[in-house]
């Protein structure tokens, strides 16, 4: 399989070097350059694979069958804080939350990360290369970032993150990673100025080759491919392919529930997908009225959905628009000069079919932590409370079809949130027990692109040295 830019003028390249890669040389992201699907009968053949088996297969229909993929799975997902990995928890008649959160970060990211911070090693090593991985944080992928390229030999990382924007455990759990080749910086501004960064890093070509940058963020498509297959499994485990079922997610940068989607694409029954937001609410705005347009960003009890332009969402557009790269181009660009985006009718009317959009401001999102906790004795953290909200209340007019809602991130990540709403302050478990007593490293820059390039220069240098 090849991967090809949602803007055209990037070269088509194989799965692992879009992994190296991430963001492509023309500014846009890797797409598969044909999608791949499976009939009925092969949906059926997957269920009651271990997760990690069943990842694999997922895997390597995206083109990285040259890699040992059962065996990354396998030791990826081997330190898992549950058997299942991601167990399906029942919320009420037709509502299940999917628990993502079991990884050595308690978030999504590591669902994925875990598993390509291993493929990173083993196509430098085999490559004889080193790489330094740049990447913006609202909260979460920033740590499971981390812990998977900690020590690594072949890799340099260095995180940005919003300062004072993010959960205290979310900073902690990325600044008291002491490793010699993890940096991590906060960065004066929003999640979107740290975003900005990267994305500006990476088009400044001469420090993009000089600095061998690649990528963790979503826009890295192997991160996309690694999270598809949690959406397959709670499918395949609610009867589909003979059942359709609805999806839930909470999200801001979009690369979660775009997973989501592209399980679709390959003939998972997958009917509508609920795009849950906070106040940051630009996705909402434009599944209601067309409305793509960024505003400042507000801080709320969700601080991974405090976002105001979704990366991910460009390859959704790609599609929408019969992927016409020199449209797509155009309308980031302008989004980018202008703040707005013009999506034509027709692509909106697309978009409207499949996802809705739901918008749960702090005080819902309270009252949905403290709903959970007194109807059903489930601990949800913020962002899991906004997708259940919504999962609600765009329910699937068939009352047969549940509802699978992405659970982002354990509670204890935010006990000061789910303490206000429930009374109850969740512990972190026994790992992370001593988080609060451990030094802290991390260096606070301004937002300024020759700043914090001479930061990333820095680091790599010394460590290379």
């Not at 799965?15 to 999608?35: I, N, S």
């Amino acid at each position: 399989m090849r991967y090809i830019s949602t803007r055209g003028q990037a070269a088509p390249r194989d799965f692992e070097a879009v992994l190296l890669a991430g963001l492509a040389e023309d500014g846009g992201l890797f797409v598969p350059e044909t999608w791949p699907t499976l009939t009925p009968a092969e949906w059926r053949a997957l269920r009651g694979l271990p997760y990690a088996d069943l990842a694999a297969r997922i895997l390597s229909l995206f083109g990285a069958g040259g890699l040992p993929l059962e065996a990354m799975c396998r030791d990826a997902y081997a330190g898992f804080g549950h058997a299942a990995v991601v167990p399906l928890v029942q919320l009420d008649h037709r509502t299940f939350a999917l628990e993502l959160f079991h990884g050595p970060t308690l978030a999504f990211k590591d669902m994925a990360l875990q598993l390509l911070g291993r493929m990173f090693d083993h196509v430098l090593e085999k490559r004889g290369e080193r790489v330094t991985i740049v990447g913006a944080t609202s909260g979460d992928t920033g740590s499971a970032a981390i812990e998977a390229c900690r020590d690594r030999s072949a890799v340099d990382i260095v995180i940005l993150h919003p300062e004072n924007r993010t959960s205290e455990v979310q900073r902690r759990q990325m600044t008291t990673v002491l490793a010699p080749n993890v940096k991590n910086i906060a960065v004066q501004g929003d999640f979107d100025a740290c975003q900005d960064l990267v994305k500006a890093m990476f088009n400044d070509a001469p420090f993009r080759a000089e600095m061998k940058l690649s990528a963790v963020n979503s826009i890295n498509w192997a991160r996309i491919a690694a999270q598809i297959p949690y959406y397959v499994a709670a499918a395949l485990a609610l009867g589909a392919p003979d059942r359709e079922v609805a999806v839930s997610v909470p999200t801001g940068n979009f690369g979660n529930v775009l997973a989501a989607w592209a399980a679709r694409r390959m003939g998972l029954p997958i009917s509508h997908f609920v795009i849950g937001s906070n106040r940051n609410d630009i996705l909402a705005r434009f599944l209601a009225s067309n409305d793509m347009s960024a505003k400042p960003v507000e801080p709320s009890l969700s601080p991974s959905m405090d976002i105001q332009v979704s990366s991910n969402f460009e390859r959704l557009l790609f599609e929408l628009l019969g992927r016409d790269a020199a449209a797509t181009a155009e309308a980031m660009t302008r989004f980018r000069a202008e703040g707005r985006m013009p999506v034509p009718d027709a692509a909106w009317k697309q978009a409207t079919a499949l996802f809705r959009g739901f918008t749960l401001d702090d005080a819902g999102t309270l009252a949905e932590i403290r709903h959970l906790w007194t109807s059903s004795g489930y601990l949800a953290d913020p962002h899991t409370a906004v997708g259940t909200a919504a999962a609600r209340a765009l329910a699937p007019a068939d009352p047969a079809v549940p509802a699978i809602v992405a659970a982002t991130a354990h509670p204890a990540k935010f006990p000061d949130a789910v303490e206000r709403a429930t009374g109850f302050r969740p512990p972190l478990p026994a790992r992370l027990a001593d988080l609060y007593e451990r030094e802290e490293r991390f260096s606070v820059l301004a937002d300024d692109l020759g700043v914090i390039e001479a930061a990333v220069r820095a680091h790599a240098r010394r460590n290379a040295a």
